[in-house]
């Protein structure tokens, strides 16, 4: 997804936000308990999975309400098919289908549009631990940050493949339009960026923003270099 460029003009008025999901700590449908995972579909519609809750809601634009979309809805955690234990990152791809790192279930479900159950496209075999966050490639691959680094399962597959090998504590990435990832290491308070191939790490091409000092550091050099990067104040 492109963005427009975003500016902030120092001294300028600050933006206000909009509450559009939840606003009170309870496990009723107009509530969240710990929201962590958040994604938009093309209608407006507001995923975010409630971490402390055990389930994923579905906010309509402007409603007060939400609509339950994965789990059981009334905070109980588990493993079937049905239900989740504390999720966190979730996907939302192009056909309205639902990634979600089932972390306390060590698991990748995927919930298609309208479905009450999910099937496991990742980790039947107890290979990722606790995933926080999970992403879908164009051909159908999926990625699973989990302990260890960043894993690759590709379609039908059910052994993934590490692609990025890092042991920190990391809760979200990101990638760009030409394949870099961009993951939040909660540990070290920094953004890396990594350059992949198809298949695995090629180098670590990080760039560190420490909040504190806003300064940014390469970690090492390769060919792929950052054309641009500006810090707003």
């Given amino acids: 997804m492109k963005y427009s460029n975003i500016s902030s003009t120092s001294g300028s008025p600050p933006i206000t936000g909009q509450v559009v999901a939840g606003g009170t700590f309870g496990n009723g449908y107009n509530q969240q308990l710990i929201s962590w995972g958040v994604a938009v579909d093309p209608s407006g519609y507001v995923f975010v999975s409630d971490y402390a809750n055990n389930r994923v809601m579905k906010w309509a634009p402007g409603a007060v309400t939400g609509s339950l ?19 966190l990152g979730i996907y939302l791809d192009q056909s309205l ?81 030409i394949g870099n990832v961009y993951v939040a290491d909660y540990g070290l308070n920094s ?6 191939n198809s298949t695995q790490c090629n180098s670590r091409m990080a760039t560190i923003i420490t909040p504190s000092s806003k300064e940014v550091s390469t970690i090492h050099s390769s060919k792929t270099s950052i054309s641009s990067l500006q810090v707003l104040s």
Avoid: C, M
């Fill in 69 to 87: 979309v994965a789990g059981i809805g009334n905070g109980t955690a588990g493993n079937g098919s049905r239900e989740l234990h504390w999720p």
């Fill in 97 to 177: 289908a639902l990634y979600i790192a089932d972390a306390g279930n060590g698991r990748i479900q995927k919930w298609l549009s309208g479905s009450s159950t999910g099937i496991t496209v990742a980790g039947t075999n107890g290979q990722i631990g606790y995933p926080t966050d999970v992403s879908v490639d164009n051909y159908g691959a999926i990625y699973a940050w989990s302990g260890g680094g960043l894993y690759r399962f590709t379609p039908g597959s059910t052994w993934g493949t590490i692609v990025i090998s890092y042991y920190s504590a990391v809760f979200g990435f990101k990638f760009d339009s």
């Fill in 191 to 196: 953004i890396l960026k990594y350059t992949l």
